[in-house]
């Protein structure tokens, strides 16, 4: 879907991206812990049945565990507090301008 209007500078174009089911899955994520209702949630969002999106949001749950670990520090007075610690991949190319490899 494709938004047109005129300015004074010509014609404008916005581009209009429905959400990805991945997109779904994560902000269901967010809301709560729960596998089936992380699925529910996301079939209600993208208008999808829900045996496809428990499919996918167990493939998500598996990659995710492999990534993120949480561990939790003792802090002052014995309160508790989260740090998130994530494994990044970096990427290299072979052919690299700044350092003429």
């Known amino acids: 879907m494709n938004a047109?209007?005129?300015?004074k500078?010509?014609?404008r174009r916005v581009r209009h991206d429905p959400?990805?089911?991945d997109e779904a899955i994560f902000a269901a994520i967010g809301i709560t812990d729960d596998q089936e209702q992380q699925a529910e949630i996301a079939a209600a969002l993208m208008g999808m049945p829900l045996e496809t999106v428990q499919a996918e949001v167990k493939k998500q749950a598996r990659t995710n565990?492999?990534?993120?670990?949480?561990?939790?520090?003792a802090g002052e007075?014995?309160?508790q507090r989260s740090v998130?610690?994530?494994r990044r991949v970096i990427r290299r190319f072979g052919n690299d301008k700044r350092t003429g490899t």
């Open 19 to 21: 959400p990805t089911l």
């Open 9 to 11: 500078y010509g014609t």
């Open 84 to 86: 998130v610690v994530e």
């Open 77 to 79: 007075q014995g309160a």
């Open 65 to 73: 565990s492999r990534i993120t670990a949480t561990r939790v520090i």
């Open 4 to 7: 047109d209007w005129n300015t």
